[in-house]
Nanobody, 125 residues
Framework: QVQLVESGGGLVQAGGSVKLSCAVS??????????MGWYRQAPGKQRELVAF???????AVEDSVNGRFTISRDVAENTLYLQMNSLKPEDPAVYYC?????????????????WGQGTQVTVSS
């Protein structure tokens, strides 16, 4: 059994920063995934991909967060990260990590089997 557990969310001022973590534990490690991604879902909206990183360390981020969010991973710690800077009013959501697949050249396919429970990010103005 594999668990993905997000942490680090909370209330942040607009313009501020927060770093989310996704700890992977169980029968496989973070390097067993072809790629891992961060998604977010705001109330009344569909879950959307924010960023992903493949097993080679190549990353991609959505245009809406480009230049503000950075995805990274620490294989030794079995942890995926999302550094979120310059937070905006449109960023509040529940953020989820996922273990999935990279689809060249710059696409990501989530696996239904490997989702975390999510962590809430709220931005105050």
């Amino acid at each position: 059994q594999v668990q993905l557990v997000e942490s680090g969310g909370g209330l942040v001022q607009a313009g501020g920063s927060v770093k989310l973590s996704c700890a992977v534990s169980g029968s496989i490690g973070i390097d067993s995934f072809d790629a891992m991604g961060w998604y977010r879902q705001a109330p009344g909206k569909q879950r959307e991909l924010v960023a992903f990183v493949d097993r080679r360390g190549s990353t991609a981020v959505e245009d809406s967060v480009n230049g503000r969010f950075t995805i990274s991973r620490d294989v030794a710690e079995n942890t995926l990260y999302l550094q979120m800077n310059s937070l905006k009013p449109e960023d509040p959501a529940v953020y989820y990590c996922n273990g999935g697949f990279s689809l060249p050249p710059k696409n990501y396919a989530p696996s239904d089997a490997y989702w975390g429970q999510g962590t809430q990010v709220t931005v105050s103005s």
